[in-house]
């Protein structure tokens, strides 16, 4: 195989553009030799390359125990939901995040069952968060960190309140702003191959 990879989702930003683009790969791979291996098989090989690659097999929301390589996919959202993301002018690597975390004492939080999100890296988060303080301001729900950061975003119930908050986000020069709506599984795993 030849194969091309165009990243188009920025690194170090906790926005999974490694392991999507890993995910999508294997998912391709499915797609174009079908039969070669099974889906525990492609399962094997994401948790190999990365703990969240299997993530990705799965797509739209999930619960993800273990090291990840456990997943319990989540219903959709009943309603459309928009996200404003932004990724400041500074970034950290996962290695380093994790090294900050296990660096201290904490609790681990159970898996919320009202929807709230969580994320044990905003205790070791290395800078203020403005554009997290900003997105909450501005009418943000759920704000918090992507991944291990640096990305942050916070979810609207209407496109033009997602636009009218990044537009405010840009004013203010945070970061690279992104206004993207929340993707049904299976708009998550939609799969177009080309073919030469």
């Keep these: 195989l030849k194969i091309t990879v165009e990243?188009?989702?920025p690194t170090m930003a906790g926005l999974?553009?490694?392991?999507?683009?890993?995910?999508?790969?294997?998912?391709?791979?499915?797609?174009?030799?079908?039969?070669?291996?099974?889906?525990a098989d492609a399962h094997a090989v994401a948790a190999a390359?990365?703990?969240?690659?299997?993530?990705?097999l799965v797509g739209g929301k999930a619960k993800g125990e273990g090291d990840g390589e456990i997943l319990t996919p989540l219903d959709d959202e009943e309603k459309p939901v928009w996200c404003v993301g932004?990724?400041?002018?500074?970034?950290?690597?996962?290695?380093?995040m994790y090294a900050r975390l296990d660096e201290i004492a904490y609790e681990?939080?159970?898996?919320?069952?009202?929807?709230?999100?969580?994320?044990?890296?905003?205790?070791?988060?290395?800078?203020?968060?403005?554009?997290?303080?900003?997105?909450?301001?501005?009418?943000?729900?759920?704000?918090?960190?992507?991944?291990?950061?640096?990305?942050?975003?916070?979810?609207?119930?209407?496109?033009?309140e997602a636009e009218d908050a990044a537009l405010n986000i840009r004013r203010e020069d945070l970061g690279a702003t992104w206004v993207v709506?929340?993707?049904?599984?299976?708009?998550?795993?939609?799969?177009s191959v080309l073919t030469a």
């Design 7 to 9: 990243k188009r989702i």
């Design 16 to 39: 999974g553009g490694g392991s999507s683009d890993a995910a999508g790969l294997i998912r391709a791979i499915r797609h174009t030799f079908p039969g070669r291996f099974s889906e």
């Design 49 to 56: 390359v990365g703990a969240d690659v299997p993530f990705f």
């Design 86 to 96: 932004v990724r400041p002018p500074y970034a950290y690597s996962t290695p380093e």
């Design 108 to 160: 681990f939080i159970d898996f919320p069952s009202d929807g709230k999100q969580h994320n044990d890296f905003e205790r070791v988060i290395p800078y203020g968060g403005d554009s997290l303080n900003r997105l909450g301001a501005f009418g943000g729900k759920h704000c918090g960190m992507t991944g291990s950061g640096s990305a942050q975003y916070a979810l609207f119930d209407t496109e033009r």
């Design 181 to 191: 709506p929340f993707l049904s599984r299976s708009e998550s795993l939609k799969l």
